[in-house]
């Protein structure tokens, strides 16, 4: 029997020849002929994160993939294609093949490797990826069972898996694998694109993004056609005419068919493209967000008419957390890219820090924090009952694009764009310029750069302004105050001759706030505190916001009572199994 992803978790939840390659040159103007992007991110060059929650997490997370045995990886391949199979395979979802992942974690470890300049990991994706090209059939099948539950899924993440080896691992032949499988797909993958709900479980309509990936490392025309194919017309159009209709979708796979809409703009540069991404993230913003950055609750997008709201009664799955988070940092960095806006920063930000960067660890048996539980009644942070979903695919992708997602640049300016320790080191002209970031953001709004150009050189600096920070953003260059435009949502420049030395430190506003969920209950609120959400321990009052009490020994915790369990903390600090609550109703 197959089933549809959705199908799959509420069943869960209530029981040859290589092909022609462009050179970089090429693909840069291809890329860029019909929709420059006005920033470019360092594509996972030059960022190295430095001590803090995001490194642990990213080396944490590191350890775990690199340390699962290449023959429990490969296991179901080999013995489908009659070939030795030595050890045991992975369980649940994927040695079931429901939504299989192997291409989201050759994905994720190119992409750590290539962030890191990690050569073992590196060297095991590449091995992984020919070891599994050894079980391809003469005509392309390349799947983990005889018998997949789903075929579009898995062949749209091996494409992406491949993509990413070729890019950031340099292995030419992930080509070759491409190739083969996107010929048996373009005979054999049913085009019957049925609408979701009913087709939710094959989503057809997130196939175009890693199509184009494909045309643009092959030129290969092959692949440019076939990504014409999958285009989501009807919701990407809806979207570009202001009037959307996402009631009863399924939020992850609709929120990342986005990216398949924004690439189908780099290549084409049909500007009703563009229109149809920034429409969906305003829509998205204003209409299907939590205060964390989640959304989708029991994974559906919901109507406008307090629904939203309503959802935090009963769905104890609110947010579809590392696929969610994925789809969310994509969407905002193409948006980033293309319009050289920082209001789409903020959302980076949010699923930054409440989301991706609250989850659980996946752990060695595959045990993996896929439902953020938000409920008025209160959660706890559990593993998911079955190991190995597709959860733990886009994890190790969400967490490698951290070094994605922090600088931004152009011709001539660098973008601090995420407060998170790290150092950036930029090749501008004929020297390299190294910048450095010292903070414990968003625990504290302190956020110090110290600039290191190897000789003076003149040139913008911009950051970005939090939409949160409405009183604006203090700036002092060399320890001597600035007046600096710190507009919120805006990126803040200072242009300037920088030397070797020079610092220039930030103070970001973190005012206590609540968050009302929606329109309809504007009495059900979070607490939050710049881009954290922070929940309650124990007891606690909800009162004045002047009256409460910030631990010295712990910072970014709120005490309001003399109980050490009447407290509010960062989302991202509660651990497995303990008890929260992170919304509220006022009038109770």
């Known amino acids: 029997m197959n089933l549809t992803r959705r199908e799959f978790s509420k069943l869960i939840a209530c029981a040859a020849s290589t092909p022609p390659s462009l050179g970089s040159e090429a693909i840069s103007a291809l890329a860029s002929a019909n929709s420059s992007a006005r920033l470019e991110s360092f594509n996972y060059s030059g960022v190295r994160l430095l001590d803090g929650r995001l490194k642990r997490q990213f080396d944490a997370c590191r350890e775990i993939f690199y340390n699962i045995p290449n023959d429990s990886i490969l296991f179901g391949f080999r013995q489908r294609a009659g070939l030795p199979s030595p050890g045991t395979g992975l369980d649940g979802w994927y040695g079931k093949d429901y939504f299989n992942a192997f291409g989201q974690y050759l994905a994720g470890m190119a992409r750590m490797a290539k962030a890191t300049g990690d050569t073992p990991l590196r060297d095991k994706a590449v091995l992984l990826m020919h070891e599994w090209g050894r079980t391809i059939e003469p005509d392309g099948f390349s799947f983990y069972t005889r018998k997949p539950n789903v075929t579009h899924y898995p062949y749209e993440k091996t494409m992406g898996g491949l993509n990413d080896i070729y890019e950031y691992a340099g292995e030419k032949e992930a080509l070759v694998y491409a190739d083969r499988i996107t010929d048996w797909a373009i005979k054999n993958l049913d085009r019957a694109r049925q609408n979701p709900p009913d087709g939710g479980g094959t989503e057809w309509y997130t196939l175009s993004e890693n199509l184009y990936r494909g045309y643009l490392n092959s030129g290969d025309p092959k692949y440019l056609k076939f990504a014409q194919v999958w285009h989501y017309d009807k919701y990407w159009n809806d979207y570009a005419a202001g009037h959307p209709n996402v009631i009863g979708l399924h939020a992850y796979s609709h929120v990342n068919t986005l990216s398949s809409a924004a690439m189908a703009y780099r290549v084409s540069g049909d500007p009703k493209y563009l229109r149809t991404i920034v429409s969906a993230y305003d829509y998205l913003q204003q209409t299907q967000c939590y205060a964390t950055g989640g959304y989708g609750p029991a ?169 949160f920070a ?4 203090s700036v002092k260059i060399n320890g001597a105050p600035q007046p600096v435009n710190t507009q919120p949502g805006t990126w803040a420049t200072i242009n300037r001759q920088w030397k070797p030395g020079d610092t220039m430190e930030l103070q970001i506003p973190l005012e206590l706030t609540f968050a009302p969920i929606d329109k309809q209950h504007p009495k059900r609120v979070a607490v939050i505190r710049g881009p954290s959400v922070l929940v309650r321990q124990g007891q606690a009052p909800l009162p004045d916001f002047a009256k409460w009490a910030s631990e010295k020994d712990s910072p970014a915790t709120f005490e309001v009572s003399s109980s050490a369990m009447s407290r509010f903390v960062p989302f991202y600090r509660v651990a497995k199994n303990q008890p929260y609550q992170m919304y509220f109703d006022l009038e109770a």
């Open 299 to 467: 994974e559906n997008l919901l109507p406008d008419d307090g629904s939203l709201g309503a959802s935090l009664e009963d769905s104890f799955d609110t947010f579809e957390t590392p696929c969610g988070s994925w789809a969310g940092f994509k969407l905002s960095r193409y948006l980033i890219g293309f319009t050289g806006e920082a209001r789409y920063g903020d959302w980076v930000e949010r699923l930054t820090y409440n989301c991706i960067g609250a989850a659980l660890p996946v752990t060695a048996a595959g045990d993996t924090f896929y439902y953020s539980d938000y409920r008025i009644c209160g959660g706890a942070k559990v593993y998911y009952e079955k190991t190995w979903p597709c959860c733990s695919g886009t994890y190790p992708q969400a967490v490698a694009d951290y070094h994605n997602l922090i600088y931004f640049k152009d011709r001539d300016g660098l973008y601090v764009n995420l407060f998170v320790p790290s150092e950036v080191t930029w090749h501008r002209g004929d020297q390299d310029v190294v910048v450095r970031q010292q903070t414990t953001y968003p625990e504290n709004g302190l956020v110090q750069l110290a600039i290191a150009p190897q000789k003076p050189v003149e040139m913008p600096l911009h950051f970005r302004v939090p939409g």
């Open 470 to 473: 409405a009183n604006g953003v």
